[in-house]
């Protein structure tokens, strides 16, 4: 018998059933569906195999079980609109119009807000690199990186001049997963000069902070600094067509 011939299990009719009323609207959110003794009658099926089909869909989040009054439609899940980050570093790389300029770069002993975020102990050694990234020559970001000495033992080994910290990183241990939080920052008088931006005294710069992680240890954490007109989420909105 071809694949698409062949019948459904009972408890998956049952289902497929459920779910048709759904995402027709005869099951709005909200209401009762049917008992499963209900289900079982109108599908001939015992009672345990009409269980088995409201249980997985609850279990996906479809249908919501409330001991005593029935299980009912599940509140369709709200979701937040991803909102992109535009990341002008890697734009000017891809664009080969990026440099960089290294300003210091040390063995650092990390104070206790700082290990916490790592999950290392306070006054652990670790490599602090801070930079400025330039786009034609033009300032777009001055970034602090605190690095997980064993993670990265070679860093301090490497001409950074040459080769961005970042991607070293990257190389030696690409990570698993990131982590950020975006606010808005007034730069020191150190930052707002190395940022081309001495002249504005309450210039405001959007701040990243992001956090590397190596399955479930911490690489790094970079704070990086925009001037906060060159900076924007998500994409510019288009016209509308009239």
Request: hydrophobic residues 40%; proline residues 5%.
């Amino acid at each position: 018998m071809g694949a698409g011939k062949q019948k459904l299990p009972q408890f998956a009719l049952i289902k497929q059933f459920l779910e048709q009323q759904i995402a027709s609207g005869e099951l709005s959110s909200g209401a009762k569906i049917p008992t499963e003794q209900s289900l079982a009658d109108s599908f001939s099926v015992s009672r345990m195999t009409a269980r088995r089909a409201v249980q997985e869909l609850a279990d996906t989040g479809m249908l919501t079980r409330t001991p005593g009054s029935g299980t009912f439609v599940a509140e369709p899940i709200k979701t937040v609109p991803m909102i992109a980050i535009t990341n002008w570093v890697d734009a000017a790389k891809q664009s080969n119009t990026h440099s960089h300029r290294i300003l210091s770069v040390d063995a650092v002993q990390l104070v206790a807000n700082k290990a916490r975020l790592m999950g290392l102990v306070t006054d652990a050694l670790v490599f602090q690199v801070n930079l400025l990234h330039l786009n034609n020559n033009r300032p777009i970001q001055w970034q602090q990186i605190w690095v997980n000495r064993s993670l990265a033992p070679a860093l301090l080994k490497q001409k950074m001049d040459k080769i961005d910290p970042n991607d070293y990183l990257h190389w030696v241990c690409t990570p698993t997963k990131s982590d950020y939080q975006v606010k808005s920052v007034l730069p020191s008088a150190s930052q707002r000069r190395d940022l081309d931006l001495s002249h504005q005294d309450n210039a405001s710069c959007l701040s990243v902070e992001r956090r590397d992680w190596v399955g479930e240890s911490v690489l790094s954490i970079s704070t990086m600094l925009h001037p906060a007109e060159q900076f924007y989420l998500g994409e510019p909105l288009k016209d509308v067509q009239t």
